[in-house]
């Protein structure tokens, strides 16, 4: 069965940038497609980006165009979130999600459409 363990998260300042990490173990992770969120104190779960499962397809929210780059490595198992100039809006428990996808071309873009969540990374930024 897959799961899914978040890594990278810390204290950051201001304009510096941090590389989230989901590791995934019990399954390839090349028949799931894969969706990061994120939720912040008081707030609602929201989308960040997603990728399919062939790492052909890779969207994000409208406010997180251009910061935020989503990429995967299949071979190690493991879907990398890069987060640059970051804010003090960014702080978040960030976390990822797998969906298993015949069509390998697609992802979503909802908490609902995922089934396997990891943990969750908190992500600090102030300074």
């Known amino acids: 069965q897959l799961q899914l363990v978040e890594s990278g998260g810390g204290l950051v300042q201001p304009g510096g940038s941090l590389r989230l990490s989901c590791a995934a173990s019990?399954?390839?992770?090349?028949?799931?497609?894969i969706g990061w969120f994120r939720q912040a104190p008081g707030k609602e779960r929201e989308g960040v980006s997603c990728i399919s499962a062939s790492g052909s397809t890779t969207t994000y929210a409208d406010s997180k165009k251009g910061r935020f780059t989503l990429s995967r490595d299949n071979a190690k198992n493991t879907v990398y979130l890069q987060i640059d100039s970051l804010k003090p809006e960014d702080t978040a428990i960030y976390y990822c999600?797998?969906?298993?996808?015949?069509?390998?071309?697609?992802?979503?873009?909802?908490?609902?459409?995922?089934?396997?969540w990891g943990q969750g990374t908190q992500v600090t930024v102030s300074s």
């Open positions: 019990g399954s390839s992770l090349g028949y799931y497609a």
């Open positions: 999600a797998a969906r298993r996808s015949v069509l390998h071309s697609v992802c979503y873009d909802r908490p609902d459409d995922y089934g396997v």
